[in-house]
């Protein structure tokens, strides 16, 4: 049996595809959310994500889980947040579609967007980067793996004592 096949549905040119977010003042201990590229299928045919992932992660971060959410739930689309901050969406209130496949109709761009969360465990050495799908398209399963890339670093004064 063959794996999934490499997957072309998926815009590779999105806004998140095109840049890098992060944090230059992150601590060790805290706990962010790195929202991954909005699921846009610019095939003719419908998908079903099934699993998404980010490829590299460095060390130094430490992935405590994925989600999705729908843009309205969180006021449009928070591209990097931080437990805590009371400008961030309260996460853990809100609706996860990560639970069950997410439906994109053919060229139709998302509502729900993923994420990924993460903590920082120590400086990190890299950047998180590539974000990877997996989806059933007319029976068949597909993998597609977009750019996408978080920098966070742990500066002098953001280090924990101890």
């Known amino acids: 049996m063959t794996g999934p096949l490499k997957g072309r549905a998926l815009a590779t040119d999105g806004t998140q ?3 890098v977010v992060g944090n230059h003042h992150a601590r060790v201990g805290e706990i962010w959310y790195f929202a991954l590229p909005v699921p ?3 095939s003719s045919r419908p998908i079903e994500i099934t ?3 980010v490829e590299r992660v460095p060390r130094g971060v430490k992935v405590l889980g994925y989600s999705a959410y729908h843009m309205n ?3 449009g689309l928070p ?3 931080k437990e805590g901050d009371p400008t961030a969406p309260d996460f853990d209130s809100l609706k996860d579609y990560a639970k069950a496949p ?3 109709a053919a060229r ?6 993923y994420q990924v969360k993460v903590e920082i465990t120590a ?3 890299k950047n998180l980067r590539y974000c990877r799908f997996a989806y059933r398209q007319g029976g068949l399963h597909y993998v597609q793996t977009l750019d996408c890339e978080a920098d966070f670093r742990v500066g002098g004064k953001g280090k924990r004592d101890g």
């Open 17 to 19: 595809s095109s840049g």
């Open 40 to 42: 846009d299928n610019v």
């Open 102 to 104: 997410l439906k994109v």
């Open 79 to 81: 591209l990097l947040s």
């Open 51 to 53: 699993d998404v992932a």
């Open 108 to 113: 139709t761009s998302s509502d729900v967007y």
């Open 123 to 125: 400086p990190p050495e």
């Open 73 to 75: 739930d969180t006021e």
